[in-house]
């Protein structure tokens, strides 16, 4: 994740849905899945237009590429195979949500 100047959190990333994904169910089968947890987009403006991810406390960079990972799994995503890219690449449907 990349997100432009200005737009960095230390806390929760927000990432907008530009893959379509159904929001709920990912959010659902990735918990059953992967014992894993993360967040729809804030009420009815938001809520499948984005999902959010915590990176606080104990989580780290191989946390949040193992939910990433969960996440483009169980959405169908496909993965690029080298995962080296630069801020202007989005990948497999996801982008850092700016202005939504």
Do not use: W
């Not at 009420?43 to 960079?61: I, K, N, P, Q, W």
């Not at 946390?63 to 690449?89: M, Q, Y």
Request: glycine share 12%; net charge negative; aromatic share 6%.
């Amino acid at each position: 994740m990349f997100p432009e100047t200005g737009y960095e959190s230390q806390i929760v990333a927000c990432i907008e849905n530009t893959g379509g994904i159904d929001v709920a169910a990912t959010i659902d089968e990735v918990s059953e899945r992967y014992d894993m947890a993360f967040s729809n987009g804030y009420g009815s403006t938001l809520g499948e237009r984005a999902f959010r991810s915590g990176h606080m406390g104990e989580h780290d960079v191989e946390s949040s590429k193992a939910l990433t990972e969960a996440i483009e799994d169980v959405a169908g995503l496909s993965v690029p195979s080298d995962r080296n890219h630069d801020s202007s690449t989005h990948r497999a449907g996801l982008q850092i949500a700016k202005g939504l």
